[in-house]
């Protein structure tokens, strides 16, 4: 949420099944990220409605309850039936709850938190008469969608991004039936490139090729924006460390809020740290810098809230910006929950991982946190520093996603190496 937060219940919308940054098409990837819907439960307050895709285990909502300060029973999770790869507005509708979440927020003066700000969540909040938070009118919300689409392209933000003076691959916007010839131009000047379907997150539908890699072979491309769909080649830049700064919007400027480091494999996103290490902390000026400029920007187009600006740094320590993810990103939900649990410690600007571990056998959601306790990492209020479970039992027992908070970077490290052996994992995380 942003800075000032609102008085009225919040309808927090966990809508990651939405066409913001993919096409629905790819319902795989969106089902994927659907069920992260849980962490949204460090948002709630007394009053606020969750409404998910995906269900909350009740040992899950205990445990949000007793750290956040506020009941299960003081909130109200709304599960949404599985209905294909929809828009989270649709299946509310297919499922004949719209009513229902009638009920809860009428005449409250309730506003919409959605995950994405895409055309369904607008239209589901006309038909409910909420609000869109943090926009002052559904009106002012609507006006800054043509934006938030644009933004949330490949090609979209290379423009705002030339515009704004940020440095940047050497690269090409094209059509799909030229990818292959722009590919084959660039690595005449490259060694390698990225070849990037405009509408994509999380490293979903990227090529990286090589010279040689089409030495006498078509280059086949994922089915990722249909024939005429719009790519982006990139040089590939030797990556040291991917990095992003995340940016707050309001009605009067754009302030950094706060930047870190990516964890990736094969480029896609698996974890993340703040504040930046050492490695790659001399390029944090001007992320911030370009993501107050891209802020600007937004903010003349009538945009508010959050965006996450990413950037890679290369082998020779230069940044070079590479997306924008103008909605609530992966570490948006994580970061207001870090902020949350400190508030009342001596922690004022806490160092902090999320991350995924795969255990070597199942848990249940009650035996991993006994784990955490008996290994005395379970989060201290009082403190300000342990680990916290954000996003309830994996389905599978064994793939768990976990924040560690602590007063330093030596702090994060060291109780995570711990939280390895606690909960058996496989592998460093």
Known sequence: MSAAA????????ANFLSDLAVDLDEGEVLAQW???????????????????????????RRYVGALT????????VLEV????????????????????????????????????LDGSALAFARELGLTVYPYPTIDAAAAALRTTMLLNTKAGF???AERAGMRLPAGRVCRRAEVEGVVRELLEHHERVVVKPDRSAGGHGLRFLARGDLAGAEL????VGGPEGTWVVEECVDVAASVSVQVEVD??????????AMRTAHG???????????SCAHVGEELEEWGTRLGDHLAGEGYLGPFGLDALVGADGVAYASESNVRRTATTTPHAMVTRLTAASAVTRPAWAVAKGRSGRPFGFEEAVHRLREHRLDFDPALGEGVVLYSDAPPDGTSWRYAVIAAHAEGVREREERLAAALEFERPA
């Open 251 to 260: 009605a009067t400027e754009a302030r950094a809020v706060f930047s870190g």
């Open 81 to 116: 039936p599985p209905a294909g790869a929809v828009p989270l507005a649709r299946a509310v509708r297919e499922a004949g709850l719209v009513e229902r979440v009638r009920e809860l927020v009428g005449g409250t003066g309730a506003a919409l938190l959605p995950t994405a």
């Open 69 to 76: 300060g506020v009941a299960a029973d003081r909130t109200t």
């Open 34 to 60: 659907a069920r992260q819907a849980p962490r949204k439960a460090w948002l709630l307050r007394p009053g606020d409605v969750l409404v998910t895709p995906v269900p909350l285990s009740a040992e899950f």
């Open 268 to 278: 896609s996103f698996t974890g993340y740290v703040s504040p930046l290490p050492p």
């Open 220 to 223: 086949v491309l994922d089915s």
């Open 6 to 13: 609102p008085v009225a219940p919040l309808v927090v919308f």
């Open 158 to 160: 290379r423009a705002a």
